[in-house]
């Protein structure tokens, strides 16, 4: 099916735009809500899952990017519970995720713009982080050259730039930022002695 078959298709379906009448709880017979079952059977839904095998074939593009762009086209999808999770994965409930008839239509109309869309949001995303990446570097590198790492001081020396904040309790030491117990505090950081320098640092990189 290619996307014009998928328009032609789900642009005749309805679908049930709020299952909330169903009422909450689980399947007597499943271990899944009452919700999921009524979206499960609405012909006018598909999983997250199903969807994109849909547009996997329509377009031939690779199932993880359509993963992509799928969700970065609905980045809200609705969603109801399923199943459990494993141990290792927190435990609990599974969510299982659906696309309706008017959200796979859109999708597929627009499939070449999300797509461009989705790739220059990419670029972006990669082009922010390259720059957080070089400012974390450029950073590390101006106190290495112009200041002295201090461990665990006892006072906050001046013209300091902290970068950590301690507590030794009973079990060891542990970071004490937003706690407030009757424990002496010690700081860890950066130390200048050339406040022109030290100003320069904040000015460049602390904004």
Not at 15 to 28: F, K, Q
Not at 47 to 72: M, N, P, R, W
Not at 102 to 116: R, T
Not at 170 to 193: A, C, M, T, V
Request: net charge positive; aromatic share 16%.
């Amino acid at each position: 099916m290619d996307l014009k078959k998928i328009i032609n298709k789900y642009s005749k379906l309805t679908y049930n735009a709020d299952n909330y009448c169903v009422g909450g709880g689980l399947n007597r017979n499943k271990f899944a809500s009452r919700r999921h079952e009524e979206a499960k059977e609405d012909e006018g839904k598909l999983t997250f899952g199903k969807a994109c095998q849909l547009f996997h074939k329509a377009t031939g593009k690779d199932l993880e990017f359509v993963k992509s762009i799928i969700k970065y086209a609905v980045p809200n999808m609705e969603w109801h519970h399923a199943g459990l999770l494993p141990k290792q994965f927190g435990g609990g409930m599974k969510k299982t995720y659906f696309i309706n008839a008017s959200e796979i239509v859109d999708i597929a109309k627009n499939w070449n713009k999300y797509v461009e869309m989705y790739e220059i949001a990419e670029v972006e995303k990669r082009d922010t982080e390259n720059y957080k990446k070089t400012l974390t570097e450029n950073k590390q590198e101006f106190l290495n050259t112009h200041a002295r790492y201090i461990s665990r001081a006892v006072e906050k020396p001046s013209m300091f730039y902290e970068t950590d904040r301690e507590m030794n309790g009973k079990y060891g030491w542990f970071r004490s930022y937003g706690k407030s117990y009757n424990l002496p505090e010690y700081y860890s950081g950066y130390q200048f002695d050339n406040i022109e320098v030290y100003e320069e640092f904040f000015n460049k990189f602390i904004k």
